[in-house]
């Protein structure tokens, strides 16, 4: 089978170029297109989305979704594995917690070898109260 050629537009291009550039940022397709359009570059709505569920496909961005209700939200992964990232949600706020933690890795291991259960970290969002509204 002949290896798949990755043929890029000059809006694919663009796209995974801002991606690229703001590294462990999450982005709705609505920030996206905002930031497009406030360039001057503007890209319609369904082409954003397309492009980036292709980008999920070839695994060069990381799609998330937080919860009912919330949009999908995407980050370039670069080098980062799948499921080497994870999410907090304040309940008071709405603030999103990004974590790289070794100990989450770890109880991850432990869930696979000890229970047969893997996170889907695309969709695992930690739920609680943070910092700053523990202190208000």
Same mark, same amino acid.
């Given at each position: ?52 569920? *292709?980008?999920?496909?070839?695994? #060069?961005?990381?799609?998330?979704? @937080? ?8 980050? &370039? /992964? ?16 709405? *603030?999103?917690?990004?974590?790289? #933690?070794?100990?989450?890795?770890? @109880? ?8 047969? &259960? /893997? ?18």
């Amino acid at each position: 089978m002949a290896e798949k050629t990755l043929y890029r537009t000059r809006t694919q291009k663009s796209l995974l170029d801002y991606l690229k550039a703001t590294p462990g940022i999450h982005h709705t397709a609505a920030e996206i297109k905002a930031y497009f359009d406030a360039q001057q570059q503007p890209i319609g709505t369904a082409t954003i989305y397309r492009q980036l569920e *292709r980008f999920v496909e070839d695994g #060069c961005i990381q799609k998330y979704t @937080l919860g009912p209700g919330n949009c999908a939200c995407y980050t &370039f /992964s670069g080098d980062q594995l799948p499921g080497t990232h994870f999410h907090c949600k304040c309940e008071v706020c709405g *603030r999103i917690i990004h974590l790289d #933690c070794d100990e989450l890795r770890e @109880l991850n291991e432990h869930l696979q070898k000890e229970h047969g &259960f /893997s996170w889907d970290f695309g969709r695992t969002v930690f739920y609680g109260i943070c910092d700053q509204c523990q202190k208000a």
